[in-house]
């Protein structure tokens, strides 16, 4: 106990001196997203060396803290534009059948999840939500990652200090939750073969667990 108690301490002190010792003048406003291969393959750097969400949410995080603040935001930011251009109806579909309903938060945390599982898997949703039936798992009870939302602020935290929330240009990152597009539902959830038609695959699974 008393060595585990000594290297908590070295580490909050490395991580204190780090802090103390980061330039702050490297930290300015930005609307600019990271770049879309470095962005996945960090992720799929993560699912290679990971065997859980708790696992991999610490990979990305220390993955995350060896990149510039600007990279950091930016890879918030590059969430955030592949959460906006998964806002649907259809995507919000699968949610609802995979997890059993699907309220606002949880289709955030659902689209955080298809995010979190890949380059290959998320357009491949992109382009047909039932594509996620690759991604059924029988130990999975919520198809859900909230915390994968979060790892680029941690990370942030850790290096500077700061909130990385004060550092994103919102003039002129329009991409992002609040600024979502308006649709109309294609399905409706007492009308169980609306979404059936949207998600065979998927209905046919989860109906019949």
Known sequence: MKDQSLGDKNAIEAQAQQIVSFDSTQLVKTAEMLDEDLYWSIIDKSLKNTNNQEQQ??????????????????????????????????????GYIMNGGCSDDGFEYFRNWVISRGKDTYLKAKQNPDNLITQVREDVEYYEFESFWYVALEAFRQKTGENLYDYIDNDHFTTKEGNYPQFKFTWKEEDPESMKKICPRLFEKFEHN
Do not use: H, V
Request: with cysteine; net charge positive.
């Open 57 to 94: 949410e610490q990979f990305l995080i220390k993955e995350i803290s060896k990149l510039t603040p600007k990279q950091m935001i930016g890879f918030r930011l590059r969430t955030d534009k592949l959460l906006y251009d998964t806002y649907n109806a259809e995507m919000w579909c699968a």
